[in-house]
């Protein structure tokens, strides 16, 4: 077995945002509070899980750990819009990262 093939996908946030992804296959984590997301997603940044899909948010609520994951190699945190919308996060930070990688916003 390859090193890519015991990576896993998981999906943390409120239960209502969380729960479809579940019919995907994918690994949920729903989480009450901001405090119980943030400890979660340390949980799974020790375990092997190469990519952390996050609703944006409890990620507007524990930026520092977003920010800390950032540079890593894994997990990748994506953040993905919740029930309620989304708050427009997860696009500034891909045209900020798109800004680093080109040196310009072509987005």
Excluded at 71 to 94: C, F, H, Q, R, Y
């Amino acid at each position: 077995m390859s090193n890519m093939e015991r990576y896993k996908i998981a999906v943390l946030g409120d239960k209502d945002s969380v729960l479809g992804f579940k019919a995907l296959g994918l690994d949920v984590f729903p989480a009450e509070t901001v405090e119980e997301a943030r400890k979660t997603l340390h949980a799974l940044a020790k375990q092997d899980y190469a990519v952390v899909y996050l609703t944006e948010q409890y990620a507007a609520g524990m930026q520092a750990e977003v920010e800390r994951y950032k540079d890593e190699l894994t997990p990748a945190v994506i953040l993905i819009p919740g029930k309620e919308g989304s708050l427009g996060i997860g696009m500034a930070n891909v045209k900020s990262a798109v800004e680093r990688a080109v040196g310009a916003d072509i987005l």
